[in-house]
């Protein structure tokens, strides 16, 4: 990849280093004794932190995992050029569209 | 009595077998030399100073890749007493156990792994102190002699025909490092595109089997922060 | 003298890492399609709820929750080698990154039931 891609996929690497270890904590805690909606959305509703810390980690996956997904498509694949990062950029949009209708989902609900 | 098996290239390529007898302190070298003298004179294979100065002997003994005349048989020969050898990965193939080392050293050329002077002709001497930082990290990659083991053991190289590879990288490094260079913008600009530095996934291969102990892995972690903090002041 | 290339510890890091990333990219759209259900109402996203709590479901949870936590342990190693410098090379640290993964798989499973 090029150096501005690197730029990019390490720096959300360190945003995604905490938002995951935060996630994974509260997953693991949340779990306990099952998980209902009901339970999530009491939590997330109208609070504004859980917005704000999961719109972050949003745009940080939207961009990690095509740029690494495109060493894979390269090296595994053979596939590289214009048509191979315009299919990327578009599962960058995807990623980030389908994430950011999660997270209202559940601030809104 | 050793079973080798030995790739000779004609036609699609084979292994052809041969049975050589142990002798005491056999290297890899003396196996193949003794092939190629006592049973088939038609093999091709390189060596010339026979004793790890030079690496023009490198190849790939039972999958892993190494000088032959710095192989002891007894280090490599698997317990059935078989031996596999193998021209190195990643290379055009010459023939048999020779193999091409232009595209290697290209990649050399293309990662600007040579010293440039700069356009301003310097009023003395250059002071390097040898305990500075930029010497030390200069020191740990300077022995490479080009030999092509990490080339051939890089997956990267093997996945990616355009990566420039441990030893063009590793030798780029040293020079970033040189205070004399006058190419700096330049040579990172050459190791940072696509297939550059940052295809490095760290596997290691490189500074598993490099012979010199040079571990180009850390050389390219070097240039990625090398190229990082440019980008980072470039964009300031 | 090491092992062949594909058996040494910087290979088997970077093979794990890749993996785990490619199962993550593929899951974490349908993640993000299976939160929104809620936009349908807390009850949708209930009865999808539901639907996780079958055995192989749990599993390929566990499964997840693994390979994220792996994905981000080994990419940890990555970036100390990358950005600190530090010079790793062993199984050792590999199998910390693993077993990391084992105790939040481990964890959620329990905690899931």
């Not at chain 1, 050029?81 to 809104?108: M, P, S």
């Not at chain 2, 009023?123 to 010497?135: K, L, M, T």
Request: proline share 3%; hydrophobic share 50%; net charge positive.
């Amino acid at each position: 990849m090029t150096a501005l891609l690197f730029v990019v996929q390490r720096a959300s690497a360190g945003v995604l280093a905490l938002a995951v270890v935060v996630h994974l904590a509260t997953i693991v805690y949340a779990v306990r004794g099952g998980l209902t909606a009901g339970e999530i959305l009491e939590r997330t509703q109208g609070n504004v932190a859980y917005l704000a810390f999961y719109g972050v980690f949003v745009v940080a996956v939207a961009v990690h995992a095509p740029i690494g997904l495109r060493n894979v498509l390269r090296e595994w694949l053979g596939w590289k050029g214009r048509a191979c990062d315009g299919a990327l950029v578009l599962f960058a949009f995807v990623l980030f569209a389908l994430g950011l209708r999660a997270v209202t989902a559940l601030y809104l609900a | 009595m050793l079973h080798v098996e030995v790739w000779r290239s004609a036609d699609r390529g084979r292994f052809q077998p041969f049975a050589v007898p142990r002798r005491p302190n056999q290297t890899v070298l003396d196996v193949v030399t003794e092939i190629q003298r006592d049973h088939d004179p038609t093999l091709s294979y390189r060596f010339a100073c026979r004793v790890g100065m030079c690496g023009s002997c490198a190849m790939v003994v039972n999958g892993r890749p190494r000088w032959t005349c710095r192989t002891r048989v007894v280090d490599a020969v698997t317990t059935d007493g078989k031996l596999r050898l193998e021209p190195l990965r990643n290379l055009t193939v010459v023939k048999d156990l020779a193999v091409d080392m232009v595209a290697f050293f290209d990649k050399w050329m293309r990662a600007r792994g040579f010293f440039e002077p700069g356009a301003a002709i310097p009023e003395d001497f250059a002071v390097v102190r040898p305990e500075s930082e930029e010497r030390r990290a200069a020191d740990e990659g300077i022995e490479c002699i080009g030999c092509g083991i990490c080339y051939s053991a890089c997956d990267v190289v093997a996945w990616d025909e355009a990566y420039l590879g441990p030893a063009a990288l590793n030798r780029a490094w040293t020079l970033v490092n040189d205070i004399r260079d006058g190419a700096q913008g330049e040579r990172l600009d050459a190791v940072a595109g696509d297939s550059g530095c940052h295809a490095c996934h760290t596997h290691m291969s490189c500074t598993t089997y490099c012979p010199k102990a040079i571990a180009p892995t850390y050389s390219i972690a070097g240039l990625k922060r090398a190229v990082v903090r440019r980008a980072v002041r470039r964009s300031r | 003298m090491r092992g062949r290339p594909h058996t040494q510890p910087g290979f088997i890091a970077a093979l794990l890492h890749r993996l785990s990333g490619i199962a993550l990219a593929i899951f974490v759209s349908f993640h993000f399609l299976a939160l929104a259900t809620a936009l349908d109402g807390a009850d949708a996203l209930d009865s999808f709820l539901s639907l996780a709590a079958t055995p192989l479901v749990r599993l390929s949870e566990t499964g997840l929750v693994a390979a994220l936590a792996l994905h981000m342990a080994l990419g940890l190693r990555v970036l100390a080698i990358e950005f600190l410098g530090v010079r790793e090379q062993t199984i050792t640290a590999v199998s910390a990154c693993i077993g990391v993964a084992v105790a939040f798989g481990v964890s959620f499973l329990l905690n899931a039931g």
